[in-house]
């Protein structure tokens, strides 16, 4: 009798989960539908999930019209360069601050975190114009050059609180042996806290594939426009296409098999990263 309550209750626990996770892929299954439908059709039924054929007609249009391989290639340049930088500098100032035991560290760990309450808009305009004043408008500059100088308050946050949890005795028996400080951090430190590098890393990857806001502030020239500015132009041209035509309804075939391309590489990361980027955010709070 008991077995047979067990077997329901994981029944009942496995149609549950199911259901939310059908609710939570709900805009992905609507976004996957309606990037393989015609005009015609969604003009016809624009309130069905499902089309009433099958086409890639409007990944056609989207990859024949615009240079996405460009847009690609200016996406994988700061995604990549930029996860380098985080990661590895990062990973130095939080080694800094885990490892040497200096007066006042802790008052000036604290100030440096205080910055993360400080709303990036309100330094938007500063930071345009010093941009500006160093000719890096309509250049990868303005995405790449910051993350090398500290790679960003919250991920040091995650790279000390791991390094705390390393043990002291691992580093000293290294100083026995006569390795040097930056051995210590090379041999030691890094390997054994690859994987928050690697959340952080995913993190990093996110933030700078999905950025639309920094591209619309500094890159002008269509020739290095990223995949997010790509199919932000791409939906405002149909948009004016809708009213120059007349049209009821958008092209939403087009728009959203443009966002179709630029996600398939986020769920591909995601399903080959998930374990490590669980096991990266539940180390963060190892103390030493």
Known sequence: MKKNHKKLGKIVTYLLLI???????????VLFATSVRTYDDLMLNPSKLFGSSFSLEAFGKVLGENPYLRYLGNTLIITVVSILGCCLTSALVAYGFARFKVPGAGIIFAIFMSGMIIPGQVLNIP?????????????????????????????????RQFMRGIPSSLMEAAEVDGCSEFGIF??????????????????????????????LLYLEDQSVWTLAKGNYMIYQAELGNQGISGGTVLPWNIISAANVITIIP??????????VFVEGITTTGIKG
């Not at 259901?19 to 299954?29: E, H, K, T």
């Not at 090379?186 to 996110?206: E, G, M, S, W, Y």
């Open 266 to 275: 986020i769920v591909i990361l995601y399903f080959f990263a998930q374990r």
């Open 127 to 159: 930071m345009f114009e010093m941009y500006k004043n160093l000719g890096w408008i309509n250049t990868f500059y303005p995405f790449i050059v910051p993350v090398w100088f500290g790679g960003g308050i919250f991920n040091i946050f995650l790279q």
């Open 19 to 29: 259901s939310i996770s059908v609710v939570m892929l709900m805009p992905l299954i």
């Open 186 to 215: 090379v041999r030691i430190a890094l390997p054994l806290a690859k994987p928050v590098i690697i959340t952080i890393a995913v993190f990093t990857f996110l933030n700078c594939w999905n950025d639309l806001y920094g591209p």
